[in-house]
């Protein structure tokens, strides 16, 4: 067990041996909790990046996504033929 120091604005430096032992970098978020007897609990937080499309954009993707009608033959052909 690490003995850490709470700094006069809250802070606290996790020993290098811990960050180690967790695979932490030193800019890494921590989701913080307090247990029903008083501990704190740190978990590292899982975050993903979001992306937010404009109604153009997301109109460009559906027109992307969409087949030619000449490829829309041939996977009803091949349908067909499998059944």
């Known amino acids: 067990m690490e003995v850490v120091r709470l700094g006069k604005k809250g802070q606290i430096s996790l020993p290098r041996a811990v960050l180690r032992r967790l695979g932490l970098g030193g800019a890494a978020l921590l989701l913080v909790d307090v247990t029903p007897e008083g501990g704190i609990l740190l978990r590292p937080a899982g ?12 109109k460009e993707f559906l027109a992307e996504d969409r087949i030619s009608p000449q490829e829309g033959r041939r996977v009803k052909r091949r349908i067909r033929s499998a059944t």
């Open 47 to 58: 975050v993903y990046p979001l992306e937010l499309y404009s109604e153009k954009r997301i």
